[in-house]
Structure formats: structure tokens, C-alpha cells
């Protein structure tokens, strides 16, 4: 049984920064890339960034150059690093585990992040 659990959602006021931090456990098959998803209210769940486990990030062109993932494969987490934030970032934020080439096959439960202006 694999379980995603996320911590360090919450509420912020434009500009700042917060940290998401997701910590996997459970047998994973790997090579496996580890990602943030963000889904609004009346939106698509979408990518916001990802990284393999040999450390190739993939960003979402609005988060490029605020949005920071990184990963520790000793500890199986993944944390990412928002900044600049804007209320355009308002979602509820999702960590998600993938075989490489394949599509999520393991969610957290999500953690809101409120971007006030």
C-alpha cells in the first residue's frame, strides 16, 4: 500500500512564499518520477511541476522561474518551492507518484493553498 502525505499548504498574501512537502511510503516500483498537481475550482487537475529520480525537472510555464521541486530519494520526498505567489495560484495542490512515460498512478489528499491580493 503506497501512501502520499502533503503538509505546508495554507494561506498567504500575493508575493510570498510558502513550501509543500510530500513524503511517500509503501513499496513504489521505480524508476518513478515524483510531481506537484494543482486543481482549482471549476478547472482541470494539471501539472505544476515534476521531477524523475534521476533529478530532470519539468515545470508549467506559469510557475517557471517562481516554482522551485526538489527531491530527496533516500527519503522518498518531494518538496516545492513557491514563490512570487499569485492569486492565480489559488488550488488545491496535489503530490502524485508516476512510472516514468506513464500517467499518475498514486494521489495524496491534496492540501489547499490560498493566495490572498
Known amino acids: 500500500q503506497v501512501q502520499l502525505v502533503e503538509s505546508g499548504g495554507g494561506l498567504v498574501q500575493a508575493g510570498g512564499s510558502l513550501t509543500l512537502s510530500c513524503a511517500a511510503s509503501?513499496?513504489?516500483?521505480?524508476?518513478?518520477?515524483m510531481g506537484w498537481y494543482r486543481q482549482a475550482p471549476g478547472k482541470q487537475r494539471e501539472l505544476v511541476a515534476d521531477?524523475?529520480?534521476?533529478?530532470?525537472?519539468n515545470y508549467a510555464g506559469s510557475v517557471k522561474g517562481r516554482f522551485i521541486v526538489s527531491r530527496d530519494n533516500g527519503k522518498n520526498t518531494v518538496n516545492l518551492q513557491m514563490n512570487k505567489l499569485t492569486p492565480e495560484d489559488t488550488a488545491i495542490y496535489y503530490c502524485?507518484?508516476?512510472?516514468?512515460?506513464?500517467?499518475?498512478?498514486?494521489w495524496g489528499q491534496g492540501t489547499q493553498v490560498t493566495v490572498s491580493s
Open positions: 502524485g507518484v508516476r512510472p516514468r512515460f506513464a500517467p499518475v498512478v498514486y
Open positions: 521531477i524523475s529520480s534521476s533529478g530532470t525537472t
Open positions: 509503501g513499496s513504489i516500483f521505480s524508476p518513478y518520477t
